[in-house]
């Protein structure tokens, strides 16, 4: 016997949580617990007054256990409101990701073409390195890391993703 | 505003809430919380022997008389003994309040002695939980976490209360009532969706109603709307093990409980029927068996409070999200509005008897054993003829499903037992619960040899308060349902089933102060059953059966409705791995 695998669609949650001891590993706990993927969770407070905080997933799974991630979600007590980004209509999302790139000579040079092409910016350099920060969609992020990859990549770090939906409404 | 400590702001709001009985054990970190309670004229505190007993004492005392269960345990291995009865109540949604202690907040991440990090651990097996750090939010919290516990689908909440935090004092008045705001569960039906039901089931030639502990949970009102409906469309009446006495066994309508172990004609006419309402269930694997062929050309509307249990596994027609209560109320006030008729069911029945026919319930009784089966029809017979108010509870195993097919219940909050989890160990604790809420009641718990084990030192429980508890033991010297299943899977290779160096269960209840009986054969089990039923004070009864009885009808693992096994001779004794990898 082996474990079958089902067809996954990659989905953007964004939540409204109370700004309390625990909420994330609530949620996090809840992915784990029913065996729910998460690609990238982002959290930070939106009030003035820290009261609540808006936390994006990023999750992929079949249609049924989407709408199960979202039924769960929203019926955690400090969950205010759950909206799926990709279904709920034109959405924008962001990453910000800071590249960390050494070479010298064509290399050197290289980087800093693709940087350009990518609108990446530099915000930091020494004779053999650039940190470029960059933001964009998660793929815009893939590919330019990938291209860096082969000039001579030292390390990343991502925020993972940001998004709201498009237009004047709030969620 | 006077100034009052934890301890005493904490007993304070119990009161408020209207809590009569508290189950709890001592310890260190709840010390404050103790003298709180030390002589309460109003708050009855029941001293359990592990607080595994307390969990489930609190859910028995919830089942029964629809109040919330408060159980006080002390931090550390406190809190943790606590988790199984707190994952129980939370899988049969039953209220609960578990208070725990914890270390005084400064030595919190400290490893400090008997800390365990409560929030934590009890955060995916309760509805909600608190620690909580200051007095003066400690009202409040304990009022939400009431309400939180008793509305929407019910659930066991916990507060979680550092030592320091009940000796410090905070200004106390009475709180308000302060929900989250983004707790708001739906009791009302869409009015869209509650047309939409009514014209489906009124326009359906094969309905079936399936019903769940919903229905027990939205209150005895729920129950009663249940028969009217029932009454006013003639559709026939089935029940997941949750939902037992929510609707009168006695009933033309009722088909007995459906799923594994339910019978030929409940499975069968899910299978068959155009039209399923399901109330308050919610499409467990032991109810569906196969998903794909599962009542595969019907139509199905799912009420229930619980939107994350609509589309779960099985995927409906209509979702109408609602307390049960309120949802039914509406449709029938719908379908007298609109003036519909019962439709012509008949063909519908003539089929459903030529399943009941088949008598699935039926078991050979003729040998010098005592069928199990047979020991809890006589017990129901028994109990009938007292005429008195009788509670049954159940551990787990075959005398549970033995107990579910063969007692019949009549009314909601009479059948107590452990369904989405399974726990044994369950049974007993929960009967003295149920006694607790119960005094007049005769409370009865149905076990077996090895699940009354698990909690067996509730024995001294009992006897303390006076509670006359039964506990009728179907002995089989097994783990009866392990060795059915080995059976059927491992070609009966008896691996740990057996059970070995058994006590003597009457000397055992003896050394309690308990009466102890032993029913050795047929002969004397009604004689055996009536004794127990008129000694006053608690009785176990060791009640010898046939060892190697199987419990049927039965729908293996992953198996369709179609697929029911009906007697032993259909054991292969082999699977496939699909079919093993299935719980
Ligand atoms: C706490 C716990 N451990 C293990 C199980 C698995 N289990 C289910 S039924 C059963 C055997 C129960 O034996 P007994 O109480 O004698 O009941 P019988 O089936 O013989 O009627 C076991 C071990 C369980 N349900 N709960
Ligand atoms: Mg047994």
């Given at each position: 016997m082996?474990?079958?695998?089902?067809?996954?669609q990659?989905?953007v949650?964004?939540?409204?949580?109370?700004?309390?001891?625990?909420?994330?590993?609530?949620?996090?706990?809840?992915?784990?617990a029913?065996?729910?993927?998460?690609?990238?969770?982002?959290?930070?407070?939106?009030?003035?007054?820290?009261?609540?905080?808006?936390?994006?997933?990023?999750?992929?799974?079949?249609?049924?256990?989407?709408?199960?991630?979202?039924?769960?979600?929203?019926?955690?007590?400090?969950?205010?409101?759950?909206?799926?980004?990709?279904?709920?209509?034109?959405?924008?999302?962001?990453?910000?990701a800071?590249?960390?790139?050494?070479?010298?000579?064509?290399?050197?040079?290289?980087?800093?073409?693709?940087?350009?092409?990518?609108?990446?910016?530099?915000?930091?350099?020494?004779?053999?390195?650039?940190?470029?920060?960059?933001?964009?969609?998660?793929?815009?992020?893939d590919?330019?890391?990938?291209?860096?990859?082969?000039?001579?990549?030292?390390?990343?770090?991502?925020?993972?993703?940001?998004?709201?939906?498009?237009?004047?409404?709030?969620? | 505003?006077?100034?009052?400590?934890?301890?005493d702001?904490?007993?304070?709001?119990?009161?408020?809430?209207?809590?009569?009985?508290?189950?709890?054990?001592?310890?260190?970190?709840?010390l404050?919380?103790?003298?709180?309670?030390?002589?309460?004229?109003?708050?009855r505190?029941?001293?359990?022997?592990?607080?595994?007993?307390?969990?489930?004492?609190?859910?028995?005392y919830?089942?029964?008389t629809?109040?919330?269960?408060?159980?006080?345990?002390?931090?550390?291995?406190?809190?943790?003994?606590?988790?199984?009865?707190?994952?129980?109540?939370?899988?049969?949604?039953?209220?609960?309040?578990?208070?725990?202690?914890?270390?005084?907040?400064?030595?919190?991440?400290?490893?400090?002695?008997?800390?365990?990090?409560?929030?934590?651990?009890?955060?995916h097996?309760?509805?909600?939980?608190y620690?909580?750090?200051?007095?003066?939010?400690?009202?409040?919290?304990?009022?939400?976490?009431?309400?939180?516990?008793?509305?929407?689908?019910?659930?066991?909440?916990v507060?979680?209360?550092?030592?320091?935090?009940?000796?410090?004092?905070?200004?106390?008045?009475?709180p308000?009532?302060?929900?989250?705001?983004?707790?708001?569960?739906?009791?009302?039906?869409?009015?869209?969706?509650?047309?939409?039901?009514?014209?489906?089931?009124?326009?359906?030639?094969?309905p079936?109603?399936?019903?769940?502990?919903?229905?027990?949970?939205?209150?005895?009102?729920?129950?009663?709307?249940?028969?009217?409906?029932?009454?006013?469309?003639?559709?026939?009446v089935?029940?997941?093990?949750?939902?037992?006495?929510?609707?009168?066994?006695?009933?033309?309508?009722?088909?007995?409980?459906?799923?594994?172990?339910g019978?030929?004609?409940a499975?069968?006419?899910?299978?068959?029927?155009?039209?399923?309402?399901?109330?308050?269930?919610?499409?467990?694997?032991?109810?569906?068996?196969?998903?794909?062929?599962?009542?595969?050309?019907?139509?199905?509307?799912?009420?229930?409070?619980?939107?994350?249990?609509?589309?779960?596994?099985?995927?409906?027609?209509?979702?109408?999200?609602?307390?049960?209560?309120?949802?039914?109320?509406?449709m029938?006030?719908l379908?007298?509005?609109?003036?519909?008729?019962q439709?012509?069911?008949?063909?519908?029945?003539?089929?459903?008897?030529?399943?009941?026919?088949?008598?699935?319930?039926?078991?050979?009784?003729?040998?010098?054993?005592?069928?199990?089966?047979?020991?809890?029809?006589?017990?129901?017979?028994?109990?009938?003829?007292?005429?008195?108010?009788?509670?049954?509870?159940?551990?787990?195993?075959?005398?549970?499903?033995?107990?579910?097919?063969?007692f019949?219940?009549?009314?909601?909050?009479?059948w107590?037992t452990?369904?989405?989890?399974?726990?044994?160990?369950?049974?007993?604790?929960?009967?003295?619960?149920?006694?607790?809420?119960?005094?007049e009641?005769?409370?009865?718990?149905?076990?077996?040899?090895?699940?009354?084990?698990?909690?067996?030192?509730?024995?001294?429980?009992?006897?303390q308060?006076?509670?006359?508890?039964?506990?009728?033991?179907?002995?089989?010297?097994y783990?009866?349902?392990?060795?059915?299943?080995?059976?059927?899977?491992?070609e009966?290779?008896?691996?740990?089933?057996y059970?070995?160096?058994?006590?003597?269960?009457?000397?055992?209840?003896?050394?309690?102060?308990?009466?102890?009986?032993?029913?050795?054969?047929?002969?004397?089990?009604?004689?055996?059953?009536?004794?127990?039923?008129?000694?006053?004070?608690?009785?176990?009864v060791?009640?010898?059966?046939?060892?190697?009885?199987?419990?049927?009808?039965?729908?293996?693992?992953g198996?369709?409705?179609?697929?029911?096994?009906?007697d032993p001779?259909?054991?292969?004794?082999?699977?496939?791995?699909?079919?093993?990898?299935l719980?």
């Amino acid at each position: 016997m082996h474990i079958q695998e089902e067809l996954s669609q990659r989905h953007v949650l964004s939540l409204t949580v109370s700004n309390e001891a625990g909420i994330l590993a609530r949620i996090a706990g809840l992915f784990t617990a029913r065996g729910y993927n998460i690609d990238s969770l982002t959290v930070a407070d939106i009030t003035d007054d820290h009261a609540i905080s808006r936390i994006t997933i990023v999750t992929s799974g079949p249609p049924k256990v989407i709408d199960q991630i979202i039924a769960q979600l929203d019926r955690l007590v400090p969950v205010h409101k759950v909206t799926d980004l990709t279904d709920a209509g034109p959405f924008v999302e962001r990453e910000l990701a800071l590249v960390k790139v050494a070479g010298t000579g064509e290399d050197r040079i290289e980087a800093l073409r693709l940087a350009d092409v990518f609108r990446a910016k530099v915000v930091d350099t020494t004779i053999e390195s650039f940190i470029f920060e960059l933001t964009g969609t998660t793929e815009k992020v893939d590919n330019f890391v990938a291209l860096m990859r082969q000039i001579g990549l030292v390390e990343v770090g991502r925020t993972g993703v940001v998004g709201l939906m498009r237009g004047k409404e709030a969620v | 505003m006077a100034e009052k400590s934890g301890a005493d702001i904490l007993v304070e709001c119990l009161v408020d809430l209207g809590v009569e009985v508290v189950f709890g054990y001592p310890g260190g970190a709840v010390l404050p919380i103790y003298d709180a309670l030390y002589n309460h004229p109003t708050i009855r505190h029941v001293l359990v022997r592990h607080e595994q007993g307390a969990t489930h004492m609190a859910e028995g005392y919830a089942r029964s008389t629809g109040k919330p269960g408060v159980v006080l345990v002390t931090s550390g291995p406190g809190a943790t003994n606590a988790v199984t009865g707190i994952t129980d109540a939370l899988l049969d949604s039953i209220p609960m309040i578990v208070i725990t202690g914890q270390v005084p907040t400064q030595l919190i991440g400290t490893d400090a002695f008997q800390e365990a990090d409560t929030v934590g651990i009890t955060r995916h097996c309760s509805k909600h939980n608190y620690l909580v750090k200051d007095p003066a939010k400690l009202a409040g919290v304990v009022h939400e976490a009431f309400h939180i516990a008793t509305t929407g689908r019910p659930g066991p909440v916990v507060v979680d209360i550092p030592k320091n935090v009940q000796i410090a004092t905070a200004p106390y008045a009475r709180p308000e009532l302060k929900v989250h705001a983004s707790y708001r569960p739906q009791t009302k039906a869409d009015a869209a969706a509650i047309d939409a039901a009514v014209e489906m089931l009124a326009a359906a030639e094969r309905p079936v109603l399936y019903t769940g502990g919903g229905v027990i949970n939205s209150g005895p009102q729920a129950s009663a709307l249940l028969r009217e409906l029932a009454a006013l469309t003639g559709a026939p009446v089935t029940s997941t093990l949750m939902g037992l006495g929510a609707f009168p066994a006695s009933s033309d309508q009722w088909l007995g409980m459906l799923g594994m172990h339910g019978t030929y004609e409940a499975n069968w006419a899910m299978n068959q029927a155009d039209l399923i309402l399901c109330i308050g269930a919610r499409f467990d694997d032991r109810v569906t068996g196969r998903l794909d062929a599962f009542a595969p050309n019907s139509r199905k509307i799912h009420i229930d409070i619980d939107r994350s249990s609509i589309n779960k596994t099985v995927d409906v027609d209509l979702a109408v999200v609602a307390d049960v209560g309120s949802a039914l109320d509406d449709m029938i006030a719908l379908w007298k509005q609109r003036g519909h008729q019962q439709q012509d069911l008949s063909d519908w029945w003539s089929r459903i008897a030529q399943w009941r026919a088949k008598r699935s319930l039926s078991y050979p009784d003729t040998g010098p054993e005592i069928m199990p089966q047979r020991a809890i029809a006589d017990l129901y017979q028994a109990c009938r003829s007292t005429g008195k108010d009788v509670i049954i509870t159940t551990e787990v195993g075959q005398h549970q499903m033995w107990a579910a097919q063969h007692f019949g219940f009549e009314a909601p909050n009479k059948w107590l037992t452990s369904g989405g989890l399974g726990t044994m160990g369950y049974g007993f604790p929960a009967a003295i619960g149920a006694q607790m809420g119960n005094p007049e009641s005769i409370t009865i718990c149905i076990a077996g040899d090895a699940s009354i084990q698990m909690n067996i030192q509730e024995l001294g429980t009992a006897t303390q308060y006076r509670l006359p508890v039964k506990i009728f033991i179907l002995n089989n010297e097994y783990m009866g349902m392990v060795r059915q299943w080995q059976e059927l899977t491992y070609e009966s290779r008896y691996s740990n089933s057996y059970s070995d160096s058994l006590p003597d269960f009457v000397k055992l209840g003896e050394a309690y102060g308990w009466t102890g009986i032993r029913i050795e054969g047929p002969d004397d089990l009604e004689s055996g059953i009536r004794q127990m039923l008129e000694t006053p004070g608690p009785v176990i009864v060791d009640c010898r059966v046939a060892k190697l009885s199987n419990c049927f009808p039965m729908i293996p693992s992953g198996a369709a409705h179609t697929d029911m096994l009906l007697d032993p001779n259909q054991i292969a004794g082999i699977m496939s791995d699909e079919a093993k990898a299935l719980v």
